[in-house]
């Protein structure tokens, strides 16, 4: 069954440095996105992605961060300079079409030294 | 601005029993709703969804309800087994987005 995979599954990285979170969606989804859950928190939407370009992005997703397609297959999500506070779990998800049920990856956890 | 809401943060059920998960939400825009599971350390798992033209959409052991004019859905679980452990998220989007919001999950024990 195709599956929404992202590597790394676990990053710590010292405060300040960039990290980059890499998804490869499933083969012919069309919608992607990223999502975050901070530990014991809800799942929060930071952006959505489609025909290569943002369609909409939550106040999360500020100029430290940047998502980009740099073929046809990966999806990443970029930090600039991490801080503590973006310590958490990072989904990446997918669909094919708008109104149908997201795929999610199992998970890149980022811890913030 | 919390959109979605699950106001219970957890739930146990006896195995067999029938377990129901609510959510409400206030944003009377949402057309699709879904419901997603998920373990520890692992990404959410569809489960089951359900769009505004409908008020009941069943998959074997579980069954959404949509109420539009209360803004409220709900999660039933039967019977309920000892697998179905997780915590369990509702999630809403609508026309103008593709953003789905997340309630804050509610985590559902079943004793054996």
């Known amino acids: 069954e195709p599956e929404v995979t992202q590597t790394p599954s676990h990053q710590v990285t010292q405060m300040g440095q960039e990290v980059i979170l890499r998804c490869v969606p499933i083969?012919?989804?069309?919608?992607f996105y990223w999502y975050r859950q901070i530990l014991g928190q809800k799942v929060e939407f930071l952006v959505s992605?489609?025909?290569?370009?943002?369609?909409?992005k939550s106040e999360i997703f500020d100029d430290q961060f940047s998502v980009e397609r740099p073929d046809g297959s990966n999806f990443t999500l970029k930090i600039r300079s991490t801080k503590l506070e973006d310590s958490a779990m990072y989904f990446c998800a997918s669909h094919r079409v708008r109104t149908g049920e997201l795929f999610f990856g199992e998970g890149s956890r980022l811890t913030v030294l | 601005d919390q959109q979605v809401k699950q106001n219970s943060p957890s739930l146990s059920v006896q195995e067999g029993r029938i377990s129901i998960l609510n959510c409400d939400y206030t944003n009377s825009m949402f057309d699709y709703f879904l419901w997603y599971k998920k373990y520890p350390a692992e990404g959410p798992t569809f489960l089951i969804s359900?769009?505004?033209?409908?008020d009941k959409n069943e998959d074997g052991r579980f069954t959404v309800f949509l109420n539009k004019s209360a803004k409220h859905l709900s999660l039933h679980i039967v019977p309920s087994q000892p697998g179905d452990s997780a915590v369990y998220f509702c999630?809403?989007?609508?026309?103008?987005?593709?953003?789905?919001?997340f309630g804050t999950g509610t985590s559902l024990t079943v004793i054996p």
């Open positions: 083969s012919n989804h069309l919608y």
């Open positions: 992605f489609y025909n290569n370009e943002i369609s909409e």
């Open positions: 359900i769009s505004s033209i409908k």
């Open positions: 999630a809403a989007s609508g026309l103008k987005g593709n953003q789905f919001y």
